[in-house]
């Protein structure tokens, strides 16, 4: 299954810590990332979160 489909005109975001997420301070950055998931009865979202 694919959730997800690069389109031709797809653009994509600077990247302002370069890779760096330790920044050496509580919520220097922040990270997330949203996946689905099949269950019984459809799908559920799930966002997972990180505070560095």
Sequence with gaps: MVTTIEGPGATYSLDLVEQ????????????SDITYLSIGSGFADLCAMNEG
Excluded: I, K, L, M
Aim: proline content about 0%.
């Design 20 to 31: 760096n997420f330790d920044q050496g301070r509580v919520s220097g950055v922040v990270t």
